[in-house]
């Protein structure tokens, strides 16, 4: 198979990820969280790296759970601190609380994150490759930081959009490309 030329074949939980999510359409909250939250520890580092803890992630923060990460406690930031199998950012840790918190915030005036999200783009796809921002990636963060939100800076946004779905950014050369 022909994949974008960033997927290290080596990989197996790379090639999966490209093959099966990058640039699907997500409207579950808690898979529009649990990808929020991969994206924001991604920031700095590369994103292979957060993909191979991506399970430790997910043990360690209860599943993606956005209820009850909105209700850690310094106990649990100290936990995490001592995660040897995570990214260990105290600041990460804690925006992620503060993240879920927001979230939840935006599921009651919208009904679901999904529906806040998706509306930037009235349910569309976008379709472009070859960007790190976007006018919607700026739009959407400075929406998400006025809400309060943290990491979640314009690139990281145009990254998490893509991991979701909203905007396909498959190569020309990729199998999966959409010449829409």
Request: aromatic letters at 12%.
């Amino acid at each position: 198979m022909n994949r974008c030329t960033w997927v290290n074949n080596k990989n197996s939980n790379y090639i999966k990820y490209h093959d099966e999510e990058w640039g699907v359409p997500v409207h579950e909250d808690n898979k529009l969280f649990e990808m929020l939250v991969l994206e924001s520890f991604q920031a700095g580092l590369s994103w292979e790296c957060i993909l191979n803890k991506r399970e430790s992630f997910r043990s360690a923060f209860d599943n993606f759970n956005y209820q009850k990460i909105s209700n850690y406690n310094d106990k649990k930031i100290e936990e995490l601190m001592n995660n040897k199998n995570i990214v260990r950012n105290r600041r990460k840790i804690i925006a992620t609380i503060n993240n879920a918190k927001i979230f939840i915030k935006i599921q009651q005036e919208y009904q679901s994150f999904s529906n806040y999200l998706w509306s930037f783009t009235k349910n569309e796809i976008i379709y472009e490759t070859g960007k790190t921002k976007s006018t919607l990636s700026d739009k959407i963060s400075k929406d998400l930081q006025k809400k309060g939100m943290k990491f979640v800076g314009t690139t990281i946004i145009y990254s998490y959009l893509q991991a979701i779905g909203i905007i396909n950014s498959h190569e020309k050369e990729c199998d999966l490309y959409s010449g829409k």
